[in-house]
């Protein structure tokens, strides 16, 4: 009896795990503003570079203001699965408030395929940079990967003027095999 | 028997299918002011030069061969753009190519500015769509000249060009601006020849070439 009892205990803990297990996909992303926001607002975009139909050195918005975002990186990610080695570059921008904000920005060499990111070279150069947007104006996240310099910045998109400080590495910014 | 040759015959449909190709065109962009070699000046018999090509896309070399697993870029055939540049040399009448008896060389250097990512996804999306269907791409180039003649050299400034081109899955719109996409091409590359070579008349490059 005993038994029984323990046996449908550990039934239904598992159960109740396994739900939440698989309840954290359904998870949605925090938006980073809220949809009644009437405030001021500036664009910001990421950008990329394809180097082949496989690879693209990819510069983007990872977190701004400490709300994690979708960026060129996941969306080219979801877009290219199940394609094989066709990477499909996606464009990626946002509304960012126009008051003074604090973005973590990311230029890293991306792949179509996760086993061509294990073999190949990754370079990655990430940073914090705090700036303040124009109200509307658009702004782009630039950068250089390459094995002896690495560097990430914003700019604005019609001027090319660098808005905060630039991200850089002097020498390899070339990622470990664990870190890719 | 006919089991068996109808089975044969499917197979061959299926498998030949991949062989079909897709109808494809081309039409120029209207928004760049066409020029035309009559505006070049006058020579009594063309500069013989030899030519060099630079491929490139957005500013760098493209790679002749992926790394395992990666897909290359497309890239021209070497042959066929000399060739196709040749001609847009031979009927500017300023300039003709000739390894023989070159009084110098002329470097063209071209850029393929195309957003490239789009046109992927492009394909892909009409690959996918259901029934026929059709894709406009804009494939933009950038061209200079570098000429040398004995001790003097001209460079020309960075122009840049675009022409459209369409692919359908089966059958291309009515359209009467569509051509070739082979002579689109070409007649871009005589445009943005003939424009290098009126920017170095402007600034009086080219006389500075043909004094003595």
Same mark, same amino acid.
């Given at each position: ?10 039934? %239904? ?31 910001? +975009? ?44 996606? +464009? ?73 400080? +630039? ?5 390899? $910014? ?7 | ?32 002011? %066409? ?30 061969? $992926?790394? %395992? ?92 060009? $675009?022409?459209?081109?369409?692919? $359908? ?44």
């Amino acid at each position: 009896m005993n038994v029984r009892i323990a046996i449908a205990g550990a039934v %239904r803990a598992c159960a109740m795990l396994a739900i939440a297990a698989t309840m954290t996909a359904c998870a949605t992303r925090t938006p980073l503003l809220p949809d009644n926001y009437a405030g001021p607002t500036a664009v910001l +975009k990421d950008s990329a570079d394809m180097l082949s139909m496989s690879k693209a050195d990819m510069y983007y918005a990872a977190n701004i203001n400490a709300v994690d975002v979708d960026n060129v990186r996941f969306a080219t990610r979801r877009a290219s699965e199940g394609r094989g080695a066709l990477m499909l570059l996606q +464009k990626v921008e946002r509304r960012i408030p126009a008051t003074p904000v604090k973005v973590e920005i990311v230029a890293r060499t991306a792949y179509a395929m996760p086993i061509m990111a294990m073999t190949g070279t990754v370079y990655q150069v990430k940073g914090k940079v705090e700036f303040t947007p124009e109200r509307d104006k658009s702004y782009v996240v630039r950068g250089k990967l390459g094995p002896s310099y690495s560097a990430v910045w914003i700019e604005e998109e019609a001027g090319g003027t660098m808005v905060g400080e +630039k991200i850089e590495v002097n020498g390899s $910014a070339e990622l470990g095999f664990l870190d890719k | 028997m006919k089991t068996f040759l109808l089975l044969c015959a499917s197979m061959c449909a299926l498998l030949l299918g991949g062989c079909t190709t897709y109808p494809t065109a081309a039409y120029p962009d209207s928004a760049i002011a %066409r020029v035309s070699a009559s505006d070049l000046p006058r020579r009594e018999a063309p500069l013989k030069l030899k030519m060099e090509v630079q491929w490139l896309r957005n500013g760098h070399a493209p790679e002749t061969s $992926a790394p %395992r697993l990666e897909i290359a870029f497309p890239g021209p055939d070497p042959l066929v753009l000399r060739n196709s540049l040749e001609a847009a040399f031979r009927q500017t009448g300023f300039i003709v190519i000739s390894e023989d008896d070159a009084a110098g060389t002329v470097k063209v250097t071209l850029n393929d500015v195309s957003d490239i990512a789009e046109a992927i996804n492009q394909g892909v999306l009409l690959g996918e769509k259901w029934g026929d269907g059709y894709v406009t791409n804009k494939e933009e180039l950038t061209m200079s000249l570098a000429i040398n003649v004995g001790n003097k050299s001209a460079n020309s400034p960075t122009v840049r060009g $675009a022409f459209y081109s369409v692919l $359908a899955k089966s059958r291309l719109p009515d359209d009467p601006r569509f051509q070739s996409i082979k002579s689109v091409q070409e007649d871009l590359f005589q445009q943005l020849v003939i424009r290098c070579l009126l920017s170095l008349n402007k600034d009086g490059s080219l006389q500075r070439l043909q004094a003595p």
